[in-house]
């Protein structure tokens, strides 16, 4: 990128994958804070969107749900081409907004409250053992694969109620949404969408392992 007091900031392209290829580009972000803090970006494919590098703008935009509305016009950067259909992210918490993001995000954090995940601390303590013995043994690893993608994935199928047969599938496809959403690929989102079974058999797996044809985990079929 190049040197930040140069760049003109009319031409600042926060899209651009490159703009963060030496990790977050914090000089840029302080220029844009001191002299363009609501920053808009135009798109080469779509009109563009506003950019906000203050922290007091930023708090105000996600409190403000009637004017910022998730449900509205998405949360990505492109509309048009955003990583799946509007109607389908309207179907997940990220596309929510309140009362209905409230009562969804209400039953998720049942499950984080102190005491659940006190229970549950024994049960990842072991799997860390696990995983380490499995690395000892082997006498080598791939960290990233084998250690700081397989815990929390691990941890996280078993919070969802996620046969662990399936997490890797779960796995790829959540990468899949995510290299989705920084190319600005519909067709590729939906398609990792539609594998999660959305809408008529969206995964809802019980923690107990029963399946009933309304919460089957359909792998794309």
């Known amino acids: 990128?190049?040197?930040?007091?140069?760049?003109?900031?009319?031409?600042?392209?926060?899209?651009?994958?490159?703009t963060?290829?030496?990790?977050?580009?914090?000089?840029?972000?302080?220029?844009?804070?001191?002299?363009?803090?609501?920053?808009w970006n135009p798109l080469s494919d779509e009109p563009g969107f506003w950019s906000l590098t203050r922290f007091r703008d930023i708090e105000a935009v996600s409190r403000d749900h009637e004017t910022f509305s998730s449900a509205k016009g998405?949360?990505?950067?492109?509309?048009e081409r955003g990583p799946v259909p509007l109607e389908m992210l309207r179907g997940v918490i990220l596309?929510?907004?309140?009362?209905?993001?409230?009562?969804?995000?209400?039953t998720v954090q049942r499950v984080f409250v102190p005491r659940m995940i006190a229970e549950r601390e024994a049960g990842i303590a072991e799997?860390?053992?696990?995983?380490?013995?499995?690395?000892?043994?082997?006498?080598?690893?791939?960290?990233?694969?084998?250690?700081?993608v397989e815990l929390p994935l691990q941890v996280i199928a078993e919070l969802l109620g996620v046969p662990q047969d399936d997490r890797m599938l779960l796995f790829e496809l959540t990468n899949?949404?995510?290299?989705?959403?920084?190319?600005?690929?519909?067709d590729q989102g939906?398609?990792?969408i539609?594998?999660?079974?959305?809408?008529?058999?969206?995964?809802?797996w019980s923690p107990s392992g029963g399946r009933t044809p309304a919460t089957t985990w359909s792998r794309g079929s």
């Open 74 to 79: 998405g949360v990505f950067l492109r509309t």
């Open 95 to 106: 596309g929510m907004d309140p009362p209905l993001h409230d009562r969804v995000r209400g």
């Open 20 to 39: 963060f290829a030496d990790g977050p580009p914090y000089e840029l972000f302080a220029r844009m804070r001191a002299e363009a803090p609501v920053h």
């Open 1 to 18: 990128m190049p040197q930040t007091d140069v760049v003109d900031l009319e031409q600042v392209d926060l899209s651009d994958l490159e």
């Open 127 to 148: 799997r860390v053992d696990r995983l380490i013995d499995a690395v000892i043994e082997r006498g080598s690893c791939d960290f990233v694969q084998d250690i700081a």
């Open 190 to 192: 939906e398609q990792a």
């Open 194 to 204: 539609m594998a999660l079974g959305f809408p008529s058999t969206w995964p809802r």
């Open 176 to 186: 899949q949404l995510s290299h989705a959403a920084a190319l600005g690929d519909p």
